[in-house]
């Protein structure tokens, strides 16, 4: 009867260090995958702020040749403002929409003056900014993919448990509006 009682006891203790080295491996891999996720945003946020600075330079520079577009001007440094004064992911990709509304407006209104599609700085900066462009969408993607991951394992059995436990909070998704997905800022770089 010792020996049995022993067996079972043994068990027992074999069968809890298991669920709590289970709740331990969950727990981990859910802050894990908070961590990527909020690396994967700090990412976003370089990038946002490399096109932040970037802005008012490509302002600046066409700003004394197209004297009567004070309006889109204003606009876009409106909207930039906005966007970097925002909080929240929900909050961010919604000023970001609006910025890239009015840099469309600016690119396009650089198309119209020729002195502005020959001159070099124009040129870099719009070239700069297509690059951020490009970074940011690719580091958006990564985001939400980590993301995603983080809030499927927080959402399924059994980690949702350790999740709820341990209050763990979705991850918001950094999307952009259909709309501004259709007119990503074109800017034309032939220089004729």
Request: glycine share 6%; aromatic share 8%; proline share 2%.
């Amino acid at each position: 009867m010792g020996d049995a009682l022993a067996i079972v006891l043994g068990l027992i203790c074999c069968l809890g260090l298991a669920i709590v080295g289970g709740i331990i491996l969950m727990y981990n891999g859910l802050i894990t995958l908070r961590g990527r996720a909020e690396n994967a945003w700090s990412q976003i946020d370089v990038q946002l702020r490399r096109r932040y600075d970037l802005i008012p330079n490509l302002v600046e520079t066409v700003k004394g040749i197209m004297k009567f577009e004070q309006d889109t001007f204003t606009r876009v440094i409106e909207a930039r403002n906005k966007a970097v004064s925002v909080q929240g992911i929900a909050d961010k990709a919604v000023q970001e929409n609006i910025l890239s509304g009015a840099l469309r407006q600016l690119f396009a209104l650089v198309e119209n003056y020729p002195q502005l599609k020959s001159n070099e700085n124009v040129a870099r900066l719009q070239e700069e900014l297509v690059s951020t462009e490009n970074r940011i969408g690719f580091a958006r993607q990564f985001y939400n993919d980590i993301a995603t991951k983080f809030n499927i394992a927080i959402q399924s059995f059994p980690s949702n448990l350790i999740a709820g436990m341990f209050n763990f909070k979705t991850a918001e998704l950094f999307e952009v509006s259909d709309e501004a997905q259709k007119q990503a800022p074109k800017v034309d770089l032939n220089l004729k």
